[in-house]
């Protein structure tokens, strides 16, 4: 199994209906660069907003996955995102010229053919992977519906249904492996009661609704009038049950079809993760309510462990890059050199040391009697290690200097004291493009995280 990123070769294009709004819409799916992720872009509105695919935007879940940002909407976001990790991809731009994407059969099916027609592609970086060490759960007491993931050799899902209907029954579906999605899980179309299909024609939604992308189950007696709406609606001369109770003449593809499909939702829901995951999910009775929920969790506790996850380094081992080194890359000198070793230095990332010691000239101010080292240098200390990763791209670093353009989400978690020994690591955000570098930086001593900072700097050649 690959450990690199993936993306698409190109951009693919494909249209269909919203199935709420009755729309046209027009989705095309673009390649993203390495650590993007997957985000939907309104290229309908003004300035093309873009809204990255995390759980922290869910803002509710009826009849799909919704997400808002700054008052920009998606609907029902979970099959193409399903059909992205699916074909264990993880950078895709995706563009709407309307709030949801299209319907199609009601499965991830034409997203995948579409997808694989772009084709795929290796990138120069390694995946991000949360690797699941003890169980996580969530339960809701009032439905009763419940996640689990526990560890696994990789990423499975099955999922537990029962809905209390006759029609239906209980169903389970489980997938072993995420490259079996194609085969095994993509085709799944969505379903819906009768009853639930006459409160939603009711209210004037699934305008995008018919026959052809939702299986309906019969689980009331289908009425003289409600025969009629249902024609009216799906635009059809006439409305039967067959003999399997499913309204009309669909055929289904597996007679756990509905148990598919809920995994293909918990698979297209848990990508709001923002990271893949290597565990197996065990879902008993899911719906985008508690998927989503299950994902913010699990978003904050990767997000929790990252930053309690402190990189342990050898620092008796000859440095990558001793001061010298350093200088002859960076501008800054004495007594504004903040950094006194490079440890490790790739395309993406660096980590960097200084020693903090009682000879430093700002503890004569700061302050008198209780040295503590300004938070302000800390982020002048990580900028300058992350000045190396980005002088690291030109040939002539010399004739070249850095330059802060912005900080961002800068926290201080502990004082840094005279005798500490602080670890700086900077890995990019986005690539570095025109010498400008976007980059997360984290700040360690004593086995604590002391601050962290999202940066971006810029280098300009010396006239």
């Given at each position: 199994?690959?450990?690199?990123?993936?993306?698409?070769?190109?951009?693919?294009?494909?249209?269909?209906?919203?199935?709420?709004?009755?729309?046209?819409?027009?989705?095309?799916?673009?390649?993203?660069?390495?650590?993007?992720?997957?985000?939907?872009?309104?290229?309908?509105?003004?300035?093309?907003?873009?809204?990255?695919?995390?759980?922290?935007?869910?803002?509710?879940?009826?009849?799909?996955?919704?997400?808002?940002?700054?008052?920009?909407?998606?609907?029902?976001?979970?099959?193409?995102?399903?059909?992205?990790?699916?074909?264990?991809?993880?950078?895709?731009?995706?563009?709407?010229?309307?709030?949801?994407?299209?319907?199609?059969?009601?499965?991830?099916?034409?997203?995948?053919?579409?997808?694989?027609?772009?084709?795929?592609?290796?990138?120069?970086?390694?995946?991000?992977?949360?690797?699941?060490?003890?169980?996580?759960?969530?339960?809701?007491?009032?439905?009763?519906?419940?996640?689990?993931?526990?560890?696994?050799?990789?990423?499975?899902?099955?999922?537990?249904?029962?809905?209390?209907?006759?029609?239906?029954?209980?169903?389970?579906?489980?997938?072993?492996?995420?490259?079996?999605?194609?085969?095994?899980?993509?085709?799944?179309?969505?379903?819906?009661?009768?009853?639930?299909?006459?409160?939603?024609?009711?209210?004037?939604?699934?305008?995008?609704?018919?026959?052809?992308?939702?299986?309906?189950?019969?689980?009331?007696?289908?009425?003289?009038?409600?025969?009629?709406?249902?024609?009216?609606?799906?635009?059809?001369?006439?409305?039967?049950?067959?003999?399997?109770?499913?309204?009309?003449?669909?055929?289904?593809?597996?007679?756990?079809?509905?148990?598919?499909?809920?995994?293909?939702?918990?698979?297209?829901?848990?990508?709001?993760?923002?990271?893949?995951?290597?565990?197996?999910?065990?879902?008993?009775?899911?719906?985008?309510?508690?998927?989503?929920?299950?994902?913010?969790?699990?978003?904050?506790?990767?997000?929790?462990?990252?930053?309690?996850?402190?990189?342990?380094?050898?620092?008796?081992?000859?440095?990558?890059?001793?001061?010298?080194?350093?200088?002859?890359?960076?501008?800054?000198?004495?007594?504004?050199?903040?950094?006194?070793?490079?440890?490790?230095?790739?395309?993406t990332h660096v980590v960097g040391m200084k020693n903090v010691t009682m000879n430093e000239n700002f503890f004569v101010g700061h302050f008198p009697g209780s040295p503590v080292m300004p938070g302000v240098l800390q982020v002048e200390s990580m900028a300058q290690c992350g000045g190396v990763l980005v002088l690291n791209t030109v040939?002539?670093?010399?004739?070249?200097?850095?330059?802060?353009?912005?900080?961002?989400?800068?926290?201080?978690?502990?004082?840094?004291?005279?005798?500490?020994?602080?670890?700086?690591?900077?890995?990019?955000?986005?690539?570095?493009?025109?010498?400008?570098?976007?980059?997360?930086?984290?700040?360690?001593?004593?086995?604590?995280?002391?601050?962290?900072?999202?940066?971006?700097?810029?280098?300009?050649?010396?006239?």
């Amino acid at each position: 199994m690959s450990t690199k990123q993936k993306t698409i070769k190109r951009e693919i294009s494909l249209s269909g209906v919203g199935i709420h709004t009755g729309n046209t819409v027009k989705m095309t799916i673009k390649p993203a660069p390495i650590n993007h992720g997957f985000a939907f872009c309104r290229v309908d509105l003004e300035g093309s907003p873009i809204i990255a695919a995390k759980a922290e935007y869910v803002v509710n879940t009826q009849r799909g996955t919704n997400l808002e940002k700054n008052g920009v909407q998606i609907q029902t976001s979970e099959h193409v995102l399903a059909a992205a990790v699916g074909l264990d991809l993880d950078n895709l731009l995706i563009e709407l010229d309307s709030s949801e994407p299209p319907i199609m059969d009601g499965s991830s099916k034409f997203f995948v053919e579409a997808i694989e027609n772009a084709g795929i592609q290796e990138q120069d970086a390694c995946i991000n992977e949360y690797v699941v060490k003890e169980i996580i759960s969530y339960k809701d007491e009032i439905t009763g519906s419940e996640i689990i993931l526990m560890p696994s050799a990789e990423y499975q899902v099955t999922t537990m249904v029962d809905f209390g209907t006759k029609i239906l029954g209980t169903q389970n579906a489980t997938l072993n492996k995420i490259s079996d999605f194609k085969e095994e899980i993509a085709a799944a179309r969505t379903f819906s009661f009768l009853h639930e299909i006459e409160m939603l024609i009711e209210n004037d939604l699934i305008k995008g609704g018919d026959l052809n992308n939702a299986i309906v189950y019969v689980d009331k007696e289908l009425s003289p009038r409600t025969m009629e709406k249902l024609k009216k609606a799906f635009n059809k001369e006439n409305i039967t049950i067959k003999p399997n109770g499913i309204l009309d003449n669909l055929t289904l593809h597996w007679a756990n079809e509905a148990a598919r499909h809920k995994l293909l939702d918990v698979i297209g829901d848990l990508a709001l993760v923002g990271t893949r995951i290597k565990g197996k999910v065990i879902a008993n009775k899911p719906g985008h309510l508690i998927n989503t929920q299950f994902a913010k969790k699990l978003a904050q506790i990767i997000k929790q462990e990252k930053r309690n996850n402190i990189p342990q380094y050898n620092l008796n081992e000859t440095p990558l890059m001793d001061i010298h080194q350093i200088m002859e890359v960076l501008p800054h000198r004495p007594p504004f050199l903040l950094i006194d070793r490079i440890l490790e230095l790739s395309d993406t990332h660096v980590v960097g040391m200084k020693n903090v010691t009682m000879n430093e000239n700002f503890f004569v101010g700061h302050f008198p009697g209780s040295p503590v080292m300004p938070g302000v240098l800390q982020v002048e200390s990580m900028a300058q290690c992350g000045g190396v990763l980005v002088l690291n791209t030109v040939p002539d670093p010399e004739n070249y200097l850095t330059y802060f353009m912005k900080m961002d989400k800068v926290k201080f978690k502990q004082k840094v004291l005279p005798g500490d020994t602080i670890i700086f690591k900077c890995e990019l955000i986005t690539p570095i493009r025109r010498g400008i570098c976007h980059m997360q930086a984290y700040a360690y001593a004593n086995g604590k995280i002391v601050a962290e900072a999202e940066l971006m700097a810029q280098i300009s050649k010396i006239k």
